[in-house]
């Protein structure tokens, strides 16, 4: 699947602004830029773009997360909200103290990640596919130029909210990618003792990978990062499944904060 692995920056255009001037201040191509918005024919003349539009940015020169670019006046909230995710989850991972006080031009790491229209695909595909509601990938993609939710175009990359939790989020692997035995789980978490918790389960419920632990690098009220591996102990039914990521209540054992990522093996 094409799933876009490179640093990327989410950019909203300010008056004045070029395709190129954008592309020179993020180490981008303009071709590049061109090709991802469909800022072409027959979608929009070629390279035309306003103030208020939202660009997806590649940096060629370096692989990497999704950052969103503060504008002008913007506030936190209507982040946290554009990717479906809590306000303090967003501010935690960024180490954010006061969400209120933000300035323009700054990056914002955000739970997302890009992936390139296929020939073939429609939104409410992609959302299945993803697990992913189509009202929250429609709104990480608002004001987009070629952004439509009647037409799209194979090429075009959309923005896909990471499911996440208050205390949880889940950096790899991401979904909808495939997994194999001993694959790698890195993430940030808000946690009591800073442990986090995971297991692998197929579609028809077969537990793939037990329960096993790990500990992140901090414990709450700090969202720490944390690091952990997924040893198959039994072969999948299925060729899709899910990684459970979650914590566990320190009075009755339940769990908690549950992220479920759909993968493939």
Avoid: C
Wanted: net charge positive.
């Amino acid at each position: 699947m094409p799933i876009i692995m490179r640093k990327t920056y989410i950019y909203t255009v300010r008056p004045g602004e070029t395709v190129y001037s954008i592309a020179q201040r993020y180490r981008s191509s303009v071709q590049e830029i061109l090709r991802i918005n469909y800022l072409i024919p027959p979608v929009s003349d070629h390279g035309l773009i306003y103030p208020g539009n939202v660009l997806i940015v590649p940096d060629l020169s370096t692989a990497g997360r999704v950052s969103y670019i503060v504008n002008w006046g913007e506030v936190f909230n209507k982040i946290a909200f554009r990717f479906s995710t809590p306000l303090e989850l967003l501010s935690g991972i960024n180490s954010i103290a006061n969400p209120n006080v933000i300035n323009p031009n700054q990056q914002i790491n955000v739970p997302a990640f890009i992936y390139e229209i296929e020939l073939g695909d429609t939104l409410a595909g992609i959302a299945n596919r993803f697990d992913l509601s189509l009202v929250n990938l429609i709104r990480a993609n608002q004001g987009r130029p070629g952004f439509s939710v009647d037409v799209i175009w194979p090429g075009y990359q959309l923005v896909l909210p990471l499911p996440t939790t208050r205390n949880i989020v889940v950096w790899n692997p991401l979904p909808g990618t495939r997994v194999v035995n001993g694959q790698r789980i890195t993430g940030q978490a808000r946690a009591f003792e800073a442990t986090i918790l995971h297991q692998l389960r197929d579609m028809n419920g077969v537990i793939v990978s037990n329960e096993r632990f790990t500990s992140a690098d901090a414990g709450a009220p700090a969202y720490g990062n944390f690091y952990s591996s997924i040893p198959f102990d039994r072969f999948p039914t299925t060729s899709r499944g899910e990684l459970w990521v979650y914590t566990r209540s320190a009075n009755d054992g339940s769990i908690q904060d549950l992220i479920r990522t759909v993968v493939y093996f």
